[in-house]
């Protein structure tokens, strides 16, 4: 009870001090703007109209958008490891004390550490949405995986899949069948409506 009602009294304050509109928390959007200074690129070439993930998502239903959305996901979290492979190797910092030519490319280590350990918090970010919240769409990319790993040349997969394929056309006949009535149920019940109106 008590908890609830501080959640509530959590949300009112986040709302009305503008902070809750936002599921990006204000320190992973600070940090990626940070990490933006390093990542340099001329605003003409930023929006150029031709953004990396397209705008508006896959057509379909929340489960379509959320398998699509897992995938960029998995596509950042890949993004992210290319460009913590790309930083050049941070010299620990102690290793080239004494002259004091080494100065510079000791500032050079820093902003490196630096970058490292801000792109290692936002990968922690995504990575924490991914495994907390599209399990389901995980799973579900895994079990396709599966499927590419069937052994197509193997005669008696060849024979056994044969043997299955009455039971599962069917199955997906009837699937894609049902979801067109659903479509069919759903425009008429619009349709009613209108009358109605
Ligand atoms: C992130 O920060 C920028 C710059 O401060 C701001 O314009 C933007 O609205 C913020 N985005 C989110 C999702 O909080
Ligand atoms: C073909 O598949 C069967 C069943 O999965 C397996 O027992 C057999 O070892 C496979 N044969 C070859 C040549 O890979």
């Known amino acids: 009870m008590m908890m ?12 009305v001090s503008g902070v809750g509109a936002s599921y990006v928390p204000q320190e992973m959007n600070k940090t990626i703007q940070n990490l933006l200074q390093y990542y340099k690129i001329p605003n003409a070439v930023r929006f150029n109209g031709n953004p990396v993930f397209p705008k508006d998502l896959v057509d379909g239903n929340v489960e379509m958008k959320m398998v699509f959305m897992h995938g960029v996901l998995e596509t950042y979290e890949e ?12 010299t620990p910092p102690l290793a080239s004390s004494g002259t004091t030519s080494n100065h510079d490319s000791g500032g050079g280590a820093q902003v490196k550490a630096d970058v490292r350990s801000k792109l290692t918090y936002v990968l922690g970010k995504i990575q924490y949405l991914k ?10 990319l895994l079990s396709l995986q599966s499927l590419k790993s069937i052994q197509m040349s193997n005669r008696t997969v060849q024979s056994k899949a044969l ?3 009455p039971q599962l056309f069917e199955k997906a006949s009837s699937l894609a069948d049902d979801k067109m009535r659903r479509r069919r149920r759903r425009r008429q019940a619009r349709n009613r409506m209108h009358l109605k109106a």
Do not use: D, F
């Open 163 to 165: 043997w299955e394929l």
């Open 131 to 140: 495994r907390h919240r599209y399990q389901e769409q995980e799973k579900l």
């Open 79 to 90: 993004l992210i490891g290319r460009m913590l492979s790309q930083l050049p190797t941070a």
């Open 4 to 15: 609830a009602l501080m959640k509530v009294l959590l949300c009112l304050w986040l709302t």
